[in-house]
């Protein structure tokens, strides 16, 4: 029992910091937007004395009027990619082994980061390298959550599923508030370096991933988790496990993995994979210009602004456990998406509105909107992902983890890579209309759960007339 503790706890922080790591390396993009193309006329007079007065400081080819829409083509190369190469990675996420197929997409993943960043001390102006190095980033790096969520959904059962897995969710925020933090370090001077070190840091964690994760509880004869039994039947389960600890282990038969279309069939996979679409596109819209905005609306420089916006991931912290800890408690996840999806859109409202009247309330509403936009896309993409891979329909067939959560999150990466796109294209027209848009998106996800919502209403009426004895 101890042993079990023990492996549990190493597969937690191996996949918490792996994760951190692919997040981390996503950020910088974000953070040198400001640097690619700065407002040249507060830095002084032109020293190369040449027609162009206005843009002088900025790197070419994002020094043109069109700045935004190359960096919503940058945002979206990577995230069309990750969205495409998501749903191919979970179907071989089941069929190779998880640590190998891991730590070899963090390597990757490490070095072209760091060939992004290598564009700035090689001076190279060509959109096409950067475009190309996003691409193949975007595809590298959806062998990271399939395998992270199927490790830990290996090891832990459901009871208290949402609780734990919303508190280790706390890696993307805590990615995305090192990898600003980090980017922010070099940013005005080099960078370069904002890309090379995050680069380096994922492929040394990566190289960690492979010597000492734990794919299986069966790979060091531990007992596999209980995913749908009764707590009687689970207590008689863990000490019968306790008594024939010892006892020799007969060889199982490996279960087959499941298809893409035996995945979709499980009931709630199509509702929640399109609900995340919506969820993240919002999400996603404020990692890729959340920064900029700021620098825009309050005038920040590009540091401040990178440094204050990882307030927002602060919040997606507490919104991600406090989803995990309700819907735990309640048995209601889809309810518990539902009512943060409907309190964040008039807060997304009122943070474009008065966000920026005073750090203090911008420091309160990004932290409010974090939690209420990155609560339900937390909840959907660890806890609810782990509960439909283990459905009861599967009948203990734990081969589908991989591909179930491969098909939410590369749904939800659809979304993923449409936010920034729409946010490049509609921000010319004013930031409120890139607001409008995340609130309706806000609100289609919401909707897009109310068969779920209604079931789960059912449940609960039915359990409350079993208990007055109806």
């Known amino acids: ?123 190279i102006h060509v959109l096409w390298y950067f475009i190309i190095v996003q691409v193949c980033n975007g595809l590298v790096q959806t062998t990271g959550w399939p395998a992270v969520v199927a490790c830990v959904g290996n090891w832990f059962g459901k009871g208290k599923r949402g609780l734990i897995m919303g508190i280790w969710n706390s890696h993307t925020s805590v990615g995305n508030i090192l990898g600003s933090l980090i980017a922010g370090a070099w940013v005005s001077s080099a960078w370069g370096l904002s890309f090379v070190v995050p680069g380096i840091i994922i492929t040394t964690v990566g190289v960690i991933c492979f010597f000492f994760l734990v794919e299986y509880p069966e790979d060091v004869d531990c007992s596999p988790p209980l995913h749908h039994v009764s707590r009687a039947e689970s207590q008689r389960a863990c000490q019968s496990s306790v008594d024939h600890s010892n006892s020799p282990k007969e060889p199982a038969e490996e279960p087959e993995a499941i298809s893409f279309l035996g995945a979709l069939r499980i009931p709630g996979v199509v509702e929640f994979s399109l609900c995340l679409l919506f969820a993240k596109l919002v999400s996603y819209t404020f990692l890729y210009w959340l920064p900029l905005y700021i620098v825009n609306i309050a005038h920040f420089s590009a540091k401040e602004a990178g440094d204050l916006s990882t307030l927002f991931d602060v919040g997606g912290i507490l919104g991600g456990v406090f989803a995990g800890l309700i819907s735990d408690y309640t048995g209601g996840r889809a309810t518990t998406c539902c009512v943060m999806l409907v309190l964040a859109a008039p807060m997304l409202f009122l943070y474009n509105h008065v966000g920026q009247n005073g750090i203090g309330t911008s420091i309160a509403m990004l932290i409010i909107c974090g939690g209420l936009v990155n609560g339900p896309y937390a909840l959907i993409t660890t806890a609810v992902s782990a509960d439909l891979g283990t459905h009861e329909s599967l009948q203990g067939n734990a081969k589908a983890l991989s591909t179930v959560t491969a098909i939410i999150d590369g749904t939800g990466s659809i979304g993923a890579a449409l936010g920034p796109l729409l946010a490049g294209l509609i921000s010319p027209t004013g930031w409120n209309n890139v607001f409008y848009m995340l609130i309706a998106a806000d609100v289609l996800a919401c909707l897009l759960l109310a068969r779920v919502v209604v079931k789960e209403a059912r449940g609960w009426c039915g359990y409350m007339a079993r208990q007055r004895g109806y």
């Open 1 to 123: 029992l101890p042993s079990s503790h023990s492996y549990r706890g190493l597969t937690l922080v191996l996949t918490f910091l792996s994760y951190t790591s692919y997040h981390l390396s996503r950020k910088p993009i974000s953070i040198v937007k400001s640097q690619l193309h700065p407002n040249c006329s507060a830095l002084g007079p032109n020293p190369r004395n040449d027609s162009n007065s206005t843009t002088w400081c900025s790197w070419a080819p994002f020094d043109g009027d069109n700045y935004k829409e190359l960096f919503g083509a940058l945002d979206n190369a990577f995230l069309v990619a990750y969205a495409i190469g998501m749903f191919i990675s979970g179907i071989f996420g089941e069929r190779l082994p998880l640590r190998y197929y891991l730590s070899g997409g963090m390597v990757l993943s490490g070095l072209f980061t760091a060939l992004f960043g290598l564009g700035y001390f090689w001076d």
